[in-house]
C-alpha cells in the first residue's frame, strides 16, 4: 500500500501542514495545479477525501485525512531522524523542545552544553501557552498535563511550590507563618480569578482567598520573583527558583504546599524514546546538583 502511495504522499503532507494548495505549491516549488492533481490521485487510490475546501484558498482536513496525515508526520519526523542518526558526516543532532517559560530558563537552559556531550542540539521554544505536539514543528514538549491523545508521556520530576516573600517584608510586617497574613499583607498572584495553589492553601486555613482583596496580578514566574524580592509582598514559587544566590534574602514559609508533575511528551518511536531517556537524565542530575548547592 505505501508503495503505491508514496509518490503523493510528500504534497498530501505539505498541504496538511499549510491548510493551503496555494502555500503547499510554494512550499514545494510546484504549480499549483501539480498540487491538485496529486491530491486527487491520492484521494482516487485511498478511496475517500482528504480535504474539504472552503471559501478562498482555505482548506481543512477530513477526520480520514487528519488521521492519516498524524500517521505520515509521524513516519517522516522518524525517517528523517534516521537518515540525520546514520549519515557518516552527521556529528550532531537538532531537537526542538517546546516548554514552559519558568521551567526552560531555570532548568533547560542550563544544561544544554552538557547535552551537547552525547551530540545533541536542543532548540528551545519557551511559552507558557500549549502547542499540539502531533500538529507540530517540535519533537519533545514539557508539559503538567498528559491530556493530548497518543503522545507518550515519560515523567520527569516533581518540583514543589514553595510560600515566600523578601526576608524585609517578613520582618517588617512581623510574618514567620501563613496565618499571620492578613488583608493588609498584599499576596502576588498568577490570576485573581483561579488559582489552585492559592485556594488550597486558603482552605487548608480555614480562609478564602477571593475574600482577599490586596492582591498584585503578575502572571510570570520571574515577574513575581522580582515583586518579590522588591518587597511587594508574598508569593508562591516552584522550587527550583531558591538557589544558594538568593536563598539567605528571601524568607520561606514553613507550609506544605502542593506539587506540580512535568513530564516529557513525543511521538513515540525507537529514537525519541532515546533521546528522551538521554534528555531526562540531563534534566534530574541538573536539578539534583542545583538542589544540593542550597
Known amino acids: 500500500m505505501l508503495k503505491r ?13 499549510n491548510l493551503s494548495f496555494s502555500h503547499a505549491a510554494t512550499e514545494l516549488s510546484v504549480s499549483q495545479p501539480s498540487i491538485s492533481y496529486q491530491i486527487k490521485c491520492l484521494e ?9 475546501r472552503g471559501q478562498g484558498s482555505k482548506v481543512e482536513l477530513t477526520n480520514k485525512g487528519n488521521k492519516l496525515f498524524q500517521e505520515y508526520a509521524i513516519l517522516e519526523r522518524n525517517f528523517n531522524q534516521v537518515v540525520l542518526d546514520t549519515q557518516v558526516n552527521q556529528h550532531r543532532t537538532a531537537l526542538a523542545i517546546t516548554a514552559p517559560v519558568d521551567f526552560g530558563v531555570k532548568l533547560l537552559a542550563p544544561m544544554l552544553s552538557t547535552l551537547e556531550t552525547n ?10 501557552q500549549m ?17 493530548e491523545s497518543g503522545l507518550e508521556y515519560l515523567p ?3 518540583t514543589k511550590n514553595l510560600l515566600v516573600c523578601s526576608r524585609d517584608y517578613a520582618l517588617v510586617n512581623l510574618l514567620s507563618k501563613f496565618d499571620d497574613i492578613t488583608e493588609s499583607h498584599r499576596i502576588v498572584v498568577r490570576s485573581a480569578v483561579k488559582s489552585n495553589t492559592w485556594e488550597k492553601l486558603f482552605v487548608k486555613h480555614g480562609k478564602s482567598f477571593h475574600q482577599h482583596k490586596n492582591m498584585q496580578v503578575i502572571n510570570n ?9 522588591a518587597n511587594t509582598g508574598v508569593g508562591v514559587l516552584p522550587e527550583y527558583f531558591i538557589d544558594s544566590s538568593n536563598d539567605e534574602g528571601l524568607h520561606i514559609f514553613d507550609e506544605n504546599m502542593s506539587e506540580t508533575p512535568y513530564y516529557l511528551a513525543y511521538q513515540p518511536s525507537f529514537l525519541a524514546n532515546k ?11 541538573n536539578y539534583k546538583t542545583m538542589k544540593s548547592e542550597l
Not at 502511495?5 to 501542514?17: D, G, N, T
Open 44 to 52: 482516487d487510490k485511498l478511496g475517500f477525501q482528504l480535504f474539504v
Open 275 to 285: 533521546w528522551a531517556t538521554s534528555i531526562k537524565d540531563k534534566i534530574i542530575n
Open 221 to 229: 514566574s520571574f515577574g513575581i520573583y522580582q515583586a518579590i524580592i
Open 156 to 158: 520527569l520530576m516533581t
Open 131 to 147: 502547542v499540539e505536539l502531533k500538529k507540530s514543528e517540535f519533537d519533545f514538549s514539557i508539559r503538567i498535563h498528559t491530556n
Open 5 to 17: 502511495l508514496s509518490s503523493h504522499l510528500p504534497y498530501f503532507s505539505a498541504v496538511a501542514r
Open 119 to 128: 551530540k545533541l542540539i536542543i532548540n528551545l521554544d519557551l511559552a507558557d
